[in-house]
């Protein structure tokens, strides 16, 4: 066998690094031009051409072109102060400036539930008035829907109607409310008197011809302070008149049989704040709402209010 085509290992270590394994012919011919003195043309010994290793260079052009940029990631707007989110929501009156903080305290302060302290601490912040009546105007802003009371007395929690107000802002809620408002029967022609509306009978209560106002051994309706508890006081007058479960509209209508009615829009949160507790649950058939054992043993034990 030929010694010029026997392989040899070549490592070179300088400015550059060379390493591999090169026929005989190759090493002779780098060693020669390593040799040759500086403006002369170095000997070629063999035209078989030298791999050279690939320049680290473009590959890393490759590796930059190829990897992909680190994804910036998105953040919402911070809310910085209280005062700022009145401005965002728009809030003019003190129940919309109450549901105002109680949105902050959700989003920037990473709250489930509040008190009326809680919100009286963000006015003052503020730099705002604090309502002369303010248990008053809190009242309101639970009755519009927007602020629902908690599982444990005094928390509360924001409804989902309101969640995002620092988001949407009040001018889109005000006109919901307001078109409900102005939704009217038709008057009676002639008459400044609206008709008066039919509301016709849930089937559940067809077959009934009396609707009792009291249930032995538990306060009266109308003596029952909260109103999560007077949706469990009609889910055990309905369970005594044989009915186990009741819709959310059935709930309202029997609410408001009895004098003091519970607003549909609220039902589902007043609902989650009894399945919380155990008090009530949904039929698995129907999804209608149920009080449960817990939930009698804890009418039982309230207390009428003053």
């Known amino acids: 066998m030929n010694a010029m085509n026997q392989d040899v ?7 550059i690094t060379f390493e591999q394994d090169i026929s005989v012919a190759q090493a002779a011919q780098v060693i020669g031009m390593l ?22 260079a473009p590959r890393a052009e490759e590796e930059a072109i190829e990897s992909p940029a680190p994804e910036k990631t998105r953040r919402t707007r911070l809310v910085e102060s209280p005062r700022q989110a009145l401005e965002l929501s728009g809030a003019k009156t003190y129940p919309e400036k109450i549901t105002t903080f109680a949105a902050y305290l959700l989003q920037e302060e990473d709250r489930e539930t509040f008190t009326q302290s809680d919100i009286r601490r963000l006015f003052q912040r503020s730099r705002d008035r604090i309502p002369t009546h ?44 307001g078109g409900k408002r102005g939704t009217s029967v038709p008057t009676a022609r002639g008459s400044g008197r609206r008709k008066p509306r ?67 829009r ?5 609902f989650t704040g009894l399945r919380r507790l155990g008090y009530a649950n949904r ?23 003053p």
């Open 35 to 56: 040799q040759a003195p500086l403006g002369l043309d170095p000997p070629s010994l063999s035209h078989e051409p030298l791999a050279l290793p690939p320049s680290s």
């Open 266 to 270: 609220d039902m589902n949160g007043h």
């Open 198 to 264: 039919s509301v016709p009978v849930p089937d559940a209560f067809a077959d009934l011809d009396d609707i009792p106002s009291t249930i032995d051994g538990i306060v009266p309706y109308h003596r029952v302070r909260l109103k999560r508890d007077k949706l469990l006081w009609v889910l055990k007058l309905a369970k005594d008149l044989g009915i186990e479960g009741l819709q959310g509209a059935e709930a309202a209508w029997l609410a408001d049989k009895l004098g003091d009615a519970i607003p549909t």
């Open 134 to 177: 303010f248990s008053r105007e809190f009242d309101k802003a639970v009755r519009a829907g927007w602020i629902h009371e908690g599982e444990v007395k005094g928390d509360h929690y924001v409804s989902e109607a309101a969640k995002d107000i620092l988001e949407t802002g009040f001018s889109d809620v005000r006109s919901k409310r």
């Open 283 to 305: 039929s698995m058939s129907d999804s209608a709402m149920r009080i449960t054992q817990q939930g009698e043993e804890y009418l039982e034990s309230l207390q009428a209010s």
């Open 9 to 15: 290992h070549l490592a070179l270590s300088g400015r």
